[in-house]
Nanobody
Framework: VQLQASGGGLVQAGESLRLACTPSRRTVDNHFMGWFRQAPGKEREFVAAISWGDGSTDYADSLKGRFTFSRDNAKNTVYLQMNSLKPEDTAVYYC???????????????WGQGTQVTVSS
């Protein structure tokens, strides 16, 4: 399974971006999708996760209210809507997929190539 992520870019603080991620195929191995991010010099951190089935979500506490993770089963695509972006949101964002919803990177089976999000002040 390959994950194709898109939507990164350069925005100013306060603006919005929407990331998208599409798996090459849906299997039981990628029933849950997630996003992680890694800023320069920092550890990779959990952003959000979602279930294809019931759409239930999990968010990093610090991002609740600004980020929204959704899925479109018809388009086989998940979306991360990021609002009120801050310079500290600057990072490479990675789409992941696996058999459960977890905040642990290593427990996801598939990883995308990463998409750069840069927020200028």
């Amino acid at each position: 399974v390959q994950l194709q992520a898109s939507g990164g870019g350069l925005v100013q603080a306060g603006e919005s971006l929407r990331l998208a991620c599409t798996p090459s195929r849906r299997t039981v191995d990628n029933h849950f999708m997630g996003w992680f991010r890694q800023a320069p010099g920092k550890e990779r951190e959990f952003v959000a996760a979602i279930s294809w089935g019931d759409g239930s979500t999990d968010y990093a506490d610090s991002l609740k209210g600004r980020f929204t993770f959704s899925r479109d089963n018809a388009k086989n695509t998940v979306y991360l809507q990021m609002n009120s972006l801050k310079p500290e949101d600057t990072a490479v964002y990675y789409c992941v997929a696996g058999v459960l919803s977890t905040r642990s990177w290593s427990r996801y089976r598939y990883w995308g190539q990463g998409t750069q999000v840069t927020v200028s002040s």
